[in-house]
């Protein structure tokens, strides 16, 4: 499975921006599919997760609320819509899947197979 990010940029606080993971060589369907963050200095941390199969969304006590993730199973992509941005979630975004994680995994970025390259968020205060 080959990740695609996009839509990160540069936005004020209070804005939104939607990320974008789309897929290629499997449907992501299949896949537990997750956002991680990076900051300069400090490991991933993640951000939020959807279940595949299934759709069980599972989320950092930090977004909760504000980010929504999803997946459209047609176009093989995941977004992640995040409203009311705030400074504090300035990062780089990485998309990542991985085929038969179970829940107490997914909030683990060792846990995934696959990675697409991150998209640059950045707010502005």
């Known amino acids: 499975v080959q990740l695609q990010a996009s839509g990160g940029g540069l936005v004020q606080a209070w804005a939104s921006l939607r990320l974008s993971c789309a897929a290629s060589g499997r449907p992501l369907s299949s896949y537990t599919t997750a956002w991680f963050r990076r900051t300069p200095g400090k490991e991933s941390a993640f951000v939020a997760a959807i279940r595949g199969p299934g759709t069980s969304t599972y989320y950092a006590n930090s977004v909760k609320g504000r980010f929504t993730i999803s997946r459209d199973n047609a176009e093989s992509t995941v977004h992640l819509q995040m409203n009311n941005l705030k400074p504090e979630d300035t990062a780089i975004y990485y998309c990542?899947?991985?085929?038969?994680?179970?829940?107490?995994?997914?909030?683990?970025?060792?846990?995934?197979?696959?990675w697409g390259q991150g998209t640059q968020v950045t707010v502005s205060s």
């Open positions: 990542a899947a991985s085929p038969n994680l179970i829940v107490s995994s997914m909030s683990s970025a060792s846990r995934y197979n696959y």
